[in-house]
């Protein structure tokens, strides 16, 4: 009985010097971000490109859409969301698979501005995510941040942010967005690479069906209006 305790004891102590080291390594790699450029000055490059678009000229639905699919509690929890965290965690082990992040928009933003090409452990660049996710959430308001999100995230072929993605996949403006379109959207940017329409269009749908499904959860809207949504994507497959 000593000795399992005594092993336990040293598992604890490693486990604790682990985190420890991972923690600071996370914030060195943080302050060393900050370093190259503060994150005023990041903001602002960022809403000085001419395909920035406010928050304030999409359409409602693909905001609902957006929080829906990726980040349902954004306006209730702060930089992280230990609930999703745990959600995450549980589905995962359940399932034996990496199925759930539990990513906020926030953490998502942080990436964007300064972790995506970073090639850096990604346990460090997680911690260095949850450090920045804290300084953009005592700057800004969280609709600043969501358009941030839309204006940053990538939607595969080249393209970034939801302007020049609407351009190219849409023909269209963002502000122009239907329902049926925003919800497509809202879905591309979870995996680029394999939700892009250039990429796999029945792929693309499947994930707006994921995008419709949480939204009736989340009370954006009815199943009677999701229901219509899935009947127009053969409409869509059909003229795409």
Do not use: W
Not at 99 to 111: M, N, P, Y
């Amino acid at each position: 009985m000593k000795l399992i305790k005594k092993i336990l004891l040293v598992l604890l102590i490693v486990i604790i010097i682990t985190v420890s080291f991972i923690i600071y390594k996370g914030h060195e790699l943080y302050k060393e971000a900050l370093s190259t450029m503060s994150l005023d000055k990041k903001i602002e490059a960022i809403k000085a490109d001419e395909d920035y678009v406010e928050l304030k000229v999409l359409p409602k639905d693909y905001k609902n859409a957006v929080i829906s699919v990726e980040d349902r509690r954004f306006y209730n929890h702060g930089p992280i969301d230990i609930i999703a965290i745990g959600r995450a965690v549980l589905t995962n082990i359940i399932h034996v698979d990496f199925l759930e992040g539990g990513s906020t928009i926030t953490q998502q933003v942080a990436k964007n501005l300064y972790f995506i090409a970073t090639d850096s452990n990604a346990a460090y660049r997680k911690i260095a995510e949850v450090f920045m996710a804290y300084d953009l959430e005592k700057s800004y308001e969280k609709d600043e941040i969501l358009e941030f999100y839309v204006n940053t995230i990538y939607f595969g072929d080249g393209y970034y942010g939801i302007k020049e993605a609407c351009e190219v996949y849409l023909n269209k403006k963002p502000s122009d967005m239907t329902l049926f379109e925003a919800t497509m959207m809202a879905g591309i940017p979870n995996a680029p690479s394999v939700y892009a329409p250039t990429a796999n269009i029945d792929l693309t749908l499947n994930r707006q069906q994921k995008v419709i499904s949480t939204m009736v959860e989340n009370e954006y809207l009815s199943q009677d209006d999701a229901d219509k949504l899935i009947t127009q994507q053969a409409d869509f497959l059909e003229n795409f």
